[in-house]
């Protein structure tokens, strides 16, 4: 079973609107959440990355939410643009041992249309 | 700017041919990781080097990958004999480990197609 599941697996959404994308986790202890972007034909971009104790994180039209309590994450994408088209893509790192062993979910792929 | 480099973008191959992936990680830094990507899967860790040597290759099948740094600049993936199920996107990350975590930067990837 995926450690990482996001939701849903894909989004088609009109330009200018909001959306939000979902991630459960089960990894247990973790050290730390990200979320990245992945254009199409190019690698993965860090958003943004949260330790276990904090709750939200921003990068300009990018908000991202922790709950390590009901271990959940989201992403919300406010006023969107065309050039957000892409997948997005969950990922937690387990808190000792190997720290930068990276668990995926298997992204969420969002279409902005004119 | 700085950022991972990677070569071929593309690849196609035959079933049994080797396959050597080479990726030029951001000068400077200390850890190196290799990825394999599907629509099944995701994202998978493969193997990663820490100030080139190699600490955790146990998400490689070890009978036909391979992965190596000769130096600070180049590190490579080798799959000998290829097979039908290997293809896939190979991306290699490239980060400044020194205490903590840290940020991975992504290379473009190699796009592997075994016939």
């Known amino acids: 079973k995926n450690q990482v599941e996001q939701s849903p697996q894909s989004l088609i959404i009109l330009e200018g609107k909001n959306c939000t994308l979902q991630?459960?986790?089960?990894?247990?202890?973790?050290?730390?959440l990200r979320w990245y972007k992945q254009d199409t034909g190019r690698g993965p971009v860090s958003l943004t990355i949260m330790t276990f104790s904090e709750n939200t994180k921003s990068n300009g039209r990018y908000t991202a939410t922790l709950d390590a309590d009901t271990k959940q994450s989201s992403l919300h994408i406010t006023a969107s643009q065309l050039s957000d088209s892409a997948s997005y893509i969950c990922v937690v790192s387990p808190r000792g041992g190997a720290t930068n062993k990276l668990i995926f979910g298997t992204g969420t792929l969002l279409a902005v249309q004119p | 700017d700085a950022r991972v480099t990677q070569t071929p973008r593309h690849k196609v191959t035959e079933m049994g041919q080797e396959v050597t992936m080479r990726c030029q990680p951001i000068l400077g830094h200390n850890t190196v990781f290799w990825y394999r990507q599907t629509m099944m899967q995701g994202l998978e860790l493969l193997a990663y080097f820490r100030n080139r040597a190699p600490l955790d290759d146990s998400g490689m099948p070890k009978d036909r990958f391979s992965a190596e740094m000769p130096d600070a600049t180049l590190a490579t993936l080798k799959i000998q004999p290829s097979e039908p199920r290997d293809s896939a996107v190979y991306f290699c990350?490239?980060?400044?480990?020194?205490?903590?975590?840290?940020?991975?930067?992504f290379g473009p990837g190699t796009r592997l197609t075994v016939t």
């Open positions: 991630c459960n986790y089960t990894v247990s202890p973790f050290s730390n």
């Open positions: 990350a490239s980060a400044l480990e020194a205490g903590g975590f840290y940020e991975q930067y």
